[in-house]
């Protein structure tokens, strides 16, 4: 069992920036590959980025290519969602969750994932 325990959202004026970070625990990290998805209210739960259990390999979905940047440090066992030049669209509640390693690098549907967390709420005002 994997423990996901996610900090660092708030209000941010667009344009600026935050850091999420979660702490897992329970569990051997690095057998996990690691995700970010967000959900804003009446849409559906979607992949933000993902991370392979190295940190090596990485995926982000279009919409946060080049402003957005995930990474891990295994030896905290912690995975983190850098977010620069937030937009009001970038509004929602921000979930991590852990995917046991079963041949891929990294994982982008939400089915794939075995571990959430209880998620922390981004507001970017205009």
């Known amino acids: 069992q994997v423990h996901l325990v996610e900090s660092g959202g708030g209000l941010v004026q667009a344009g600026g920036s935050l850091r999420l970070s979660c702490a897992a625990s329970?569990?051997?990290?690095?057998?996990?590959?690691m995700g970010w998805f967000r959900q804003a209210p009446g849409k559906e739960r979607d992949v933000v980025a993902a991370?392979?259990?190295?940190?090596?390999?990485?995926y982000y979905a279009d919409s946060v290519k080049g402003r957005f940047t995930i990474s891990r440090d295994n030896a905290k066992n912690t995975v983190f969602l850098e977010m620069n030049r937030l937009k009001p669209e970038d509004t929602a509640v921000y979930y991590c969750?852990?995917?046991?390693?079963?041949?891929?690098?990294?994982?982008?549907?939400?089915?794939?994932?075995?571990?959430w967390g209880q998620g922390t709420q981004v507001t970017v005002s205009s």
């Open positions: 991370i392979s259990w190295s940190g090596g390999t990485t």
């Open positions: 969750a852990a995917a046991r390693l079963s041949g891929r690098s990294y994982y982008t549907k939400s089915y794939d994932y075995d571990w």
């Open positions: 329970g569990s051997t990290f690095t057998d996990y590959a």
